[in-house]
């Protein structure tokens, strides 16, 4: 599986982006999401998507982003919104097979996206 991430690039707070994440290859995977990596931070789990359409949230984005497929196994999309400088970090998109997405259970990640957000 590939996974090709775009849609990273610099707003100001308050402002939206979108992320996009195609998926493609051997469709053994049935869940995919985004991770994020802020400078001198662990890499953490942002949203998560299953084959099913159930999706889930770090709290610190509640509210604000929301995480979307379009097709069973082809593109996967992050709208952000109200975007504030401390989301400021390289997204990156993951896929798996094990239904969930925690670090452990990544099976494939895409090249990062970077995403600035000024104050």
């Known amino acids: 599986v590939q996974l090709q991430a775009s849609g990273g690039g610099l707003v100001q707070a308050g402002e939206s982006l979108r992320l996009s994440c195609a998926a493609s290859?051997?469709?053994?995977?049935?869940?995919m999401g985004w991770y994020r990596q802020a400078p001198g931070k662990q890499r953490e789990l942002v949203a998560t998507i299953t084959n099913s359409g159930s999706t889930k949230y770090v709290d610190l984005v509640k509210g604000r982003f929301t995480i979307s497929r379009d097709g069973p196994k082809s593109t996967v999309y992050l709208q952000m919104n109200s975007l504030k400088p401390e989301d400021t970090a390289v997204y990156y998109c993951a896929a798996g097979s094990k239904g969930v997405l925690f670090l452990g259970a990544v099976d494939y990640w895409g090249k990062g996206t970077q995403v600035t957000v000024s104050s």
């Open positions: 290859g051997s469709f053994s995977i049935n869940v």
